[in-house]
């Protein structure tokens, strides 16, 4: 675990420059690199996404923080930085907590309302380059979850285990190193998306392959997600006895 890679000295107190904040950074970066350069390979106009950069930043931004707070207040081991700061902890993330479920729903929304106005076919090739760079970029974020402790498995002493040293994470046994899992996963689905992209000209056929086959790795790793006892969880298990079943693994289906 590396969850702050600088502390500056600031006064008598320190300013630490976190793993998660920076990766985050450099995925959303790298989507935007990604996209450029696919849509330059395939002759497909990005300059809507670089016109709407800021907003679809600030949407992205808003609902990955709005869905967390949804999702986990009330929650004590999710929610005591929201819970003791209500206001300023949403803007300022002093948790670095963030629901990679509700970026999802943000971005689409923004996608889906900025493209109304739009060709199908066009929306479709933009789609396909989109999902293509969001894999891309998801594999930096995940890599960054795992150092920061933002996405930790279950209890595990096999092969595969993690011990986790981490502020945020309430553990004193070692742990499946789930944001791996999901980044390796991650790296081949984007890399078979970009063949299906080079050898199929069919629009959206990417897109949807892409969205099948990370809907599909989502649902499964969801199991091994420790912190996916959210609220969703605790409904659908008032109503089912069956509480495992959480907002990502409904997002997935």
């Given at each position: ?65 709005l869905f967390h707070v949804l999702l986990y207040i009330g929650i ?27 970026a999802l729903v943000g971005f689409m929304a923004m996608f889906y ?141």
């Amino acid at each position: 675990m590396y969850p702050e890679l600088y502390n500056f000295s600031l006064g008598d107190s320190t300013v630490p420059i976190m793993t998660f904040g920076v990766c985050l950074t450099l995925a959303f970066a790298l989507f935007y690199w990604m996209l450029y350069r696919l849509g330059k390979k395939y002759q497909i106009n990005t300059a809507f996404f670089t016109v709407n950069l800021l907003s679809f930043f600030l949407v992205t931004f808003f609902t990955s923080r709005l869905f967390h707070v949804l999702l986990y207040i009330g929650i004590p081991t999710k929610s005591a930085f929201l819970t003791d700061y209500p206001f300023w902890s949403f803007l300022l993330t002093p948790d670095f907590y963030f629901s990679f479920g509700g970026a999802l729903v943000g971005f689409m929304a923004m996608f889906y309302y900025r493209f109304m106005e739009r060709d199908v076919a066009d929306r479709d090739d933009a789609l396909d380059i989109t999902v293509i760079s969001g894999l891309f970029a998801s594999i930096v974020g995940y890599i960054g979850a795992f150092f920061g402790g933002q996405t930790y498995g279950i209890k595990s002493e096999g092969l595969f285990s993690v011990d986790y040293y981490n502020n945020f994470i309430l553990a004193d046994f070692p742990r499946f190193p789930l944001a791996i899992f999901y980044a390796f996963f991650l790296i081949l689905i984007f890399s078979f998306c970009y063949i299906i992209k080079k050898l199929r000209p069919e629009r959206g056929l990417a897109a949807g392959a892409g969205a099948l086959l990370f809907g599909i790795m989502w649902f499964i790793g969801e199991w091994w997600n420790d912190a996916s006892a959210d609220n969703f969880a605790y409904l659908f298990g008032l109503l089912t006895d069956w509480k495992l079943f959480n907002f990502n693994q409904l997002l997935s289906l």
